[in-house]
């Protein structure tokens, strides 16, 4: 688990959400309660694996099981960070 990537996604409080993400763990579509302005998901190692805006789902069924963070913005450009496991 890169630390670079810990440091960089992790400094956001928990307060700070303006957006539900479920179900969590997911295995096919993870969705969002709101529409997201973009939303990057990155491996354990800091590897970007997708990066997609103005969406309240993302299909998640072809990526490899394990963990992973989401970074979540909105238009206010608010940022969220979340641990999502694929299964």
């Known amino acids: 688990f890169g630390t670079n990537l810990v440091s960089t996604l992790l400094p956001y409080p928990q307060s700070s959400?303006?957006?539900n993400v479920y179900p969590n763990p997911v295995s096919e579509?993870?969705?969002f309660s709101s529409e997201v302005k973009s939303a990057k998901i990155f491996s354990i190692d800091g590897k970007e694996i997708i990066?997609?805006?103005n969406i309240s789902a993302i299909k998640l069924s072809a990526i490899n099981k394990g963990l992973y963070l989401i970074q979540l913005q909105d238009a206010q450009g608010k940022i969220q960070v979340e641990k999502i496991q694929i299964n």
């Open 51 to 53: 990066s997609l805006n």
């Open 29 to 31: 579509n993870l969705y």
């Open 17 to 19: 959400k303006f957006v």
